[in-house]
């Protein structure tokens, strides 16, 4: 290995360290949610957006730069709260619904503070998976908004079980959530199509390094996998279990498929035949 590649190799592994730092800790953090209830639920949730934000924050900035993470906070953040604004002052793009006061801190419009962030959170690694996934920006664009309807799957039921908002819409819902109403899910592929969209445009002002791919990949796979066991097993949700795996199915099971068949890799400096 010549003296450039040792370099470029201590690079990587410099930034997959620093990115899996605040992914350790999301993890430990999500793993105590089923253990809390009351006002210590509240803020294991509020610790979970914050530290999922973090993560894909953390990541965008060692692989790309600071500038280009603001960025990203700025477009999924931003569209997310415009979102969410409307829909509870209007009903659209989700449907009607309101948020519980006071529980996950301070709001703007009535839209608890952090819930923006969670998009971002939430987001990031789907928009990762559909990028190693999809030929090009287009494909990309729908298989990031199909994963975001699979992630809110299990999203949605967990939180409206755990009383943080609740739905006034008269449509109906998915057979086994109905009162999650239809309308939600089609409101949540528009606007993260929206929000990838528009990372679509920004992806280009700098380049991907590949480096710590392996981190968001990971969360997409324990949010996958984590939602479906907890949904399951801990948190007595069945129904949204089966939604929600099927839902984050659409990319998780093309990426284990696409890992185990090595057509695409988690590492840069490799490359695969997809």
Not at 26 to 52: E, F, H, K, M
Not at 153 to 176: H, N, Y
Not at 261 to 267: K, M, S
Request: with cysteine; proline share 6%.
């Amino acid at each position: 290995m010549t003296a450039l590649e040792q370099l470029r190799t201590s690079g990587i592994e410099r930034a997959t360290v620093v990115a899996a730092v605040p992914a350790v800790l999301l993890v430990l953090v999500q793993i105590a949610y089923p253990l809390a209830d009351g006002v210590g639920r509240d803020r294991v949730t509020v610790a979970v957006v914050l530290l999922s934000a973090a993560t894909a924050l953390v990541h965008a900035g060692v692989t790309r730069n600071v500038c280009w993470a603001a960025g990203v906070l700025v477009i999924v953040s931003g569209v997310g709260l415009a979102a969410e604004v409307a829909g509870t002052a209007t009903g659209i793009p989700f449907g009607g619904y309101d948020y519980a006061s006071g529980r996950l801190g301070p709001g703007v419009f009535g839209v608890p503070v952090v819930v923006p962030l969670a998009w971002t959170g939430g987001l990031y690694p789907v928009w990762v998976v559909a990028g190693m996934l999809a030929k090009g920006m287009a494909g990309r664009v729908s298989l990031t908004a199909a994963g975001a309807v699979g992630w809110d799957l299990f999203l949605d039921p967990q939180m409206v079980a755990d009383g943080q908002w609740t739905w006034r819409s008269p449509i109906p819902g998915l057979p086994g959530l109905a009162e999650i109403p239809v309308s939600n899910y089609l409101g949540w592929f528009a606007v993260a199509a929206v929000m990838a969209g528009l990372l679509a445009g920004w992806d280009r002002t700098a380049p991907d390094s590949g480096a710590a791919r392996v981190v968001p990949v990971a969360v997409f796979g324990w949010t996958w996998l984590g939602s479906t066991l907890a949904h399951a097993v801990f948190l007595g949700l069945p129904v949204s279990a089966v939604y929600g795996c099927c839902g984050l199915g659409v990319l998780g099971i093309p990426l284990v498929r696409g890992l185990r068949a090595r057509r695409i890799t988690l590492w840069p400096g490799t490359h695969g035949t997809m």
